[in-house]
């Protein structure tokens, strides 16, 4: 994520508005919804919005879940061995996750 200085005016209005339709209770309940579904393999975020962010950011976690809902044999999502770290590696993850959601 990029680092960004604080935010006036509007920004602050919109940035404000946003944190305040974060639930945290909702965020527990998809945590143990992902871990249940996909095995502790896959960890824990930290608390709160951005450690909820950076544990889906790569696509993984996504990953294994969505292959957790197929059968043995028809993953649709293939999963690398090691976590991509560069930014449009990432990105093919998430629409690999997103194409095999639809």
Do not use: H
């Amino acid at each position: 994520m990029a680092n960004k200085g604080p935010a006036y005016g509007m920004s602050r209005d919109v940035q404000s508005k946003i944190e305040k339709k974060y639930d945290d209770e909702l965020e527990d309940r998809l945590v143990e919804w992902i871990v249940a579904q996909c095995g502790a393999a896959v960890g824990r975020p930290e608390r709160g919005r951005l450690g909820f962010q950076v544990w889906l950011k790569n696509g993984i976690v996504l990953s294994r879940l969505v292959n957790s809902l197929y059968p043995d044999g028809s993953k649709p999502v293939k999963i690398p061995d090691t976590p991509p770290t560069m930014v449009f590696k990432q990105m093919e993850q998430i629409a690999q996750f997103l194409k095999a959601a639809e």
